[in-house]
Each structure stands twice: as structure tokens, then as C-alpha cells.
């Protein structure tokens, strides 16, 4: 059972002060899938937990669409981006 003298100091006497370091890098293995490693370790601090964490993950793309461009602007088309609506801006029509 809590002491119920500390419950209005609670959060001071759980608050964490660290300094945590991390990286992190990703990877296109195809246009569709993704591959991605994450690093964090503990340098110092209180009240905190010790160690170190590794993530590593895929990301999968599962749009059907890709984007056009055409070779002479580097525009993209508007129809193959939006599935064939025209975007508008509000107060009037795109150049």
C-alpha cells in the first residue's frame, strides 16, 4: 500500500532525468520494400532504467500507384497522381 503522505509528490519523486544516445538507419531494398535498423543506449542519469534497446524492421509499400513524371518538366502528372481528378487550389485553378 502507497504512503498516503507521498501521493501529492508522486511525480518529483518518479521524475527521470537521462541523457539517452541513438541512431538509426533505413534501406530501400526494392521500390516497394524497406529495411530499417535503430540504436539507442543509456548514458547517465536518474531514476531511469539502464540499457540498450535495437530495433530492426521492414516496411512494405503497398500503394498500386506510382507517381509519373514527365522527361522534359520533371512535372508530375496530375491524372496519374490523383487517379484522374484535377486538383484545384481554393480562390482559383492551378497554372
Known amino acids: 500500500m502507497a504512503n498516503p503522505q507521498l501521493i501529492p509528490i ?11 544516445l541513438g541512431t538509426d538507419a533505413n534501406y530501400s531494398l526494392t521500390r516497394s520494400v524497406d529495411l530499417s535498423f535503430s540504436y539507442v543506449t543509456y548514458l547517465s542519469g536518474a531514476n531511469t532504467h539502464y540499457g540498450r534497446v535495437v530495433t530492426v524492421g521492414t516496411f512494405w509499400n503497398f500503394s498500386t500507384r506510382h507517381l509519373n513524371t514527365s522527361p522534359e518538366s520533371g512535372r508530375t502528372s496530375p491524372s496519374s497522381s490523383l487517379g484522374g481528378l484535377t486538383p484545384v487550389k481554393l480562390g482559383g485553378s492551378l497554372p
Do not use: A, M, Q, S
Not at 11 to 20: K, P, S, V
Open 10 to 20: 508522486h511525480d518529483r519523486l518518479l521524475g527521470t532525468n537521462y541523457w539517452h
